[in-house]
């Protein structure tokens, strides 16, 4: 997490013995204590390091300013307007200094999601030179029948991925957009497209017929098992340009491209290309032993050295079983080799039932993007781009991932009573793999609730209500992006996901923060339902009247 300006923050602490604390800050305090609290990865606590630090805050005629969490997650299509842009199925090209982001542009409506039906018209770019900032460079491509002629209708971009590679015809970098449609012309199954640019911000031409048809890779498990392609491009040890294309559902494919990026490879020489289980016999080859449950999104990549070499095995990162978890696996070769399993590294987000990832080396850091429904009125048929930093261990295995509101650039805050040492937790729970359970939207909320520390971290950002009003806010998650706190009518007080992006939905996940009502530390006043505060009572977070002024004043901790 970066570290953030704290002015306008309310208090910080110290911790030295590894449980969070909250100072004691009130308008007449000037100095605090700080604490740069961790976890690893499996959640085990480590020894916290502790550091001084003067905090600053601000108080404007009894309403107190805190520091507010910006450059978090979802990394595009937030609104301060509620006209939010939907995205799904992540994939990244870095080019020089630069790194582009493309997905398709998820605009079912609230019919089409009850009846589980994709709209995704087209297909959309960001570019940013520092993954904080990411700047829209608009549609690269629209899924018109018009644009691609074998295309079954004109609402199916499904995942894509960009490639830059040298035509030597052209003389040129040319930019080659593989993805997948509908197929008009292979009994209506899915098939792989490709089309061209000269410009990774398109617009991209399609070649005028599939790179892969659906109906090529028989005996199939269902139609859309030619989905999600990814492509790696390396020069062998040999010398030789190797081009891999992979792609699947259910099913896992992998084959080489020729040259020219847009056709596929007769590595057998037979005169015709087939799809089979060897690559002696066939040139599309379809197995998955060592892929446990796959189901689909495929994404393959390889380490870099410092000098930008490439070592080591192959990984083919993927979305595991239902509801979707992410996984990974390892091969030494990736048309003959067998597959290693890793671990699953992501359970299933909490607001999407789907994932998909883009991994990629930038700047000397390795990262990786997946999608959630975090977005006010999203879901898995409305996605949205997140980003974190993957880490490696010495082995070459893969650090666990979690999901996380503040992300690359956001701050993230912890919250308790003036001058007690429990932090406000939600409940602790796992996502679940059953569609039933979702949305959440009743999670607990209280003090000492989990014995997990990350259950206890906010992403405390402008008020969703109000925006530009610096004394309102709205109290994420960290850990279960696209949960807020919620404000109910029966005084009640939950973690819960926006479903439908209302105004009325907006007041409720809204608080104006006042000065305490003890006259230190800050108490949160529910927008939705005036006159009504944040109180802990009986361990429990809900609204009163604030009559209980000690129940109702908090400390807020920005950490490192």
Not at 32 to 38: P, Y
Not at 76 to 85: H, R
Not at 395 to 401: C, K, M
Request: charged share 25%; with cysteine.
């Amino acid at each position: 997490m970066k570290k953030r300006n704290i002015k306008g923050m309310l208090g910080l602490v110290l911790l030295s013995a590894g449980l969070s604390a909250c100072a004691s800050v009130n308008g007449n305090d000037s100095a605090g204590d700080v604490s740069k609290e961790t976890q690893n990865k499996e959640g085990e606590e480590k020894q916290p390091e502790t550091e001084e630090a003067v905090p600053e805050y601000e108080v404007r005629d009894g309403e107190v300013i805190l520091t507010k969490s910006v450059g978090g997650n979802p990394i595009v299509g937030n609104s301060t307007e509620g006209d939010y842009i939907y995205g799904g199925d992540p994939s990244v090209l870095v080019d020089g200094d630069t790194v582009y982001l493309y997905t398709g542009h998820d605009t079912s409506s609230d019919s089409e999601v009850s009846r589980a039906i994709y709209r995704i018209e087209e297909y959309l770019c960001y570019s940013t030179k520092d993954l904080i900032h990411w700047t829209s460079e608009g549609s690269v491509m629209t899924a018109s029948t018009e644009n691609i002629p074998w295309a079954k209708d004109s609402s199916s971009a499904w995942a894509s991925q960009v490639c830059k590679h040298y035509d030597e015809k052209a003389g040129k970098d040319r930019y080659y957009l593989y993805y997948c449609s509908w197929d008009k012309t292979s009994a209506g199954k899915q098939s792989i497209g490709v089309a061209v640019s000269d410009s990774p911000t398109g617009p991209f031409e399609d070649k005028g017929e599939p790179l892969v048809k659906g109906t090529l890779t028989a005996p199939e498990s269902n139609a859309w098992n030619d989905i999600d392609p990814t492509v790696w491009v390396e020069t062998g040890e040999d010398g030789e340009e190797h081009r891999y294309l992979a792609w699947g559902n259910s099913k896992y494919y992998v084959c080489e491209l020729n040259e020219d990026m847009i056709s596929v490879k007769d590595l057998n020489g037979d005169g015709e290309i087939t799809c089979g289980m060897d690559g002696e016999d066939a040139d599309i080859i379809n197995h998955q032993m060592g892929l446990a449950s796959f189901t689909e999104a495929p994404w393959l990549y390889r380490r870099q050295d410092e000098n930008g070499n490439y070592y080591g095995d192959y990984y083919l990162f993927y979305a595991h079983g239902w509801r979707e978890r992410m996984a990974y696996a390892t091969t030494e070769d990736l048309i003959h080799g067998k597959w290693d399993f890793g671990s699953i590294l992501m359970l299933p987000t909490a607001t999407s039932n789907t994932n998909h990832m883009a991994v990629f080396d930038f700047q000397g850091k390795t990262y990786f993007i997946y999608h959630n429904g975090s977005l006010p009125a999203g879901n898995g048929y409305r996605r949205s781009a997140c980003i974190t930093e993957l880490h490696f261990k010495e082995d070459g295995s893969v650090e666990p991932i979690q999901e996380t509101a503040a992300g690359l650039g956001g701050t993230v805050s912890t919250i308790c009573l003036k001058g007690s040492e429990e932090l406000l937790t939600h409940e602790n729970f796992i996502n679940d793999s059953r569609d039933n359970s979702y949305p959440y939207l009743n999670v607990a909320v209280g003090m000492g609730n989990s014995s997990y520390d990350t259950d206890g971290e906010w992403v405390i950002s402008a008020g969703k209500a109000d925006a530009e009003n610096e004394a309102y806010v709205s109290i994420q998650s960290e850990n279960k992006p696209g949960l807020y706190l919620t404000a109910n009518k029966d005084q009640t007080v939950v973690l819960s996901q926006d479903i439908d992006a209302s105004k009325a939905a907006a007041k409720r996940q809204t608080f104006h923060t006042v000065t305490g009502l003890g006259g230190e530390g800050v108490s949160f006043e529910s927008v939705a339902f005036p006159g009504s505060y944040l109180t802990i009572k009986d361990g429990v977070l809900c609204l009163t009247d604030g009559s209980d002024s000690a129940s109702t004043a908090f400390d807020v901790m920005v950490k490192e």
